[in-house]
T-cell receptor, first 114, second 114 residues
Framework: NAGVTQTPKFQVLKTGQSMTLQCAQD?????MYWYRQDPGMGLRLIYY???????DKGEVPNGYNVSRLNKREFSLRLESAAPSQTSVYFC?????????????FGEGSRLTVL | AQSVTQPDIHITVSEGASLELRCNYS??????LFWYVQSPGQGLQLLLKYFSGDTLVQGIKGFEAEFKRSQSSFNLRKPSVHWSDAAEYFC????????????FGAGTILRVKS
């Protein structure tokens, strides 16, 4: 059982380049999330999708866009990467967005912007 | 501002010793409370959660946590630490006034001495 799968696991970009992080879950969860993790700051929510067809901003959405492609997939796009976006990105999913349940996380995607 | 505070960035304990990781939150009502663990290079895994009822909750891997409303705390404990417990631990809160999305503390890195 794969759970939450993120690709790529590592990526190096130059400032101004664009890229998309892919995320897929096979648990039939309704809600999906993108977090970034920076040292000493824990995880901060970038965007989330409470259900298929909906997306909402989290705590740090600037510089990112998302697409909930279908129930399984939730992608995160950086249109013009900046060094401040160097981080580890985690995708997560849950049954609902009301957080009465558990979040399941992928293994992370480490992005470096030069 | 709403926040989750983990006062200890690093903690080192000897194998077999007891452990307590501190977590304080600042929300008006009693939120949903969680502890997650992150092993190196991995995503986060839920250890335990508190929604209501008994203020002492048991989790996986022998961990427990106690909710103290008067102190706005949710400290994680383990009676006897094993070397495999070395990881980073995150306290998280889901508060209704924040749309019930998880807000994470900055994390505490646990090192275990043999």
């Amino acid at each position: 059982n794969a759970g939450v799968t993120q690709t790529p696991k590592f990526q190096v970009l130059k400032t101004g380049q664009s890229m998309t992080l892919q995320c897929a879950q096979d648990m039939n969860h309704n809600s999906m999330y993108w977090y970034r993790q920076d040292p000493g700051m824990g995880l901060r929510l970038i965007y989330y999708s409470a259900s298929e067809g909906t997306t909402d901003k989290g705590e740090v959405p600037n510089g990112y866009n998302v697409s909930r492609l279908n129930k399984r997939e939730f992608s995160l796009r950086l249109e013009s990467a900046a060094p401040s976006q160097t981080s580890v990105y985690f995708c997560a999913s849950s049954w609902t967005s009301r957080n009465t349940g558990e979040l399941f996380f992928g293994e992370g995607s480490r992005l470096t912007v030069l | 501002a709403q926040s989750v505070t983990q006062p200890d960035i690093h903690i080192t304990v000897s194998e077999g010793a007891s452990l307590e990781l501190r977590c304080n939150y600042s929300y008006g009502a009693t939120p949903y409370l969680f502890w997650y663990v992150q092993s190196p290079g991995q995503g986060l895994q839920l250890l335990l959660k508190y929604f209501s009822g008994d203020t002492l909750v048991q989790g996986i891997k022998g961990f427990e946590a106690e909710f103290k409303r008067s102190q706005s705390s949710f400290n994680l404990r383990k009676p006897s630490v094993h070397w495999s417990d070395a990881a980073e631990y995150f306290c998280a809160v889901a508060a209704m006034e924040y749309g019930n999305k998880l807000v994470f503390g900055a994390g505490t890195i646990l090192r275990v001495k043999s």
